[in-house]
């Protein structure tokens, strides 16, 4: 069974950077799409962000779009979410979460919670000053 793992959550100040990581091991991630999502305190769990297995497509929320950017580094099996001009409101507990398999076109057509089957713990992200 594929397991996630993220990592790279922590405080920061608002306008500052992180940088998260998602991994596995015993299964090579760059076949699995990917999605980030990330649920706040008294808040239902949201995406924010998808990737492809070919790395040819990506989709972002409003909320997140211009500050975060999600890739793939197929040599160390991960996957990125860069988030830079971070707000107090992108406090979260923010999850990765991987599709059964590959699916084809674009990962905004199948941006769906419902529809991926693989999850990490999640890691928190605390942005205040």
């Known amino acids: 069974q594929l397991q996630l793992v993220e990592s790279g959550g922590g405080l920061v100040q608002p306008g500052g950077s992180l940088r998260l990581s998602c991994a596995t091991t015993?299964?090579?991630?760059?076949?699995?799409?990917i999605g980030w999502f990330r649920q706040a305190p008294g808040k239902e769990r949201e995406g924010i962000l998808c990737?492809?297995?070919?790395?040819?497509?990506?989709f972002y929320a409003d909320s997140v779009k211009g500050r975060f950017t999600v890739s793939r580094d197929n040599a160390k099996n991960q996957v990125f979410l860069q988030m830079n001009n971070l707000k107090t409101d992108d406090t979260a507990v923010y999850y990765c979460?991987?599709?059964?398999?590959?699916?084809?076109?674009?990962?905004?057509?199948?941006?769906?919670?419902?529809?991926?089957?693989?999850w990490g713990q999640g890691t928190q992200v605390t942005v205040s000053s």
């Open positions: 015993g299964y090579n991630l760059n076949y699995f799409p």
């Open positions: 990737i492809d297995y070919r790395n040819q497509s990506t």
């Open positions: 979460a991987a599709l059964g398999s590959p699916v084809p076109g674009a990962c905004m057509e199948y941006f769906d919670i419902g529809r991926y089957h693989y």
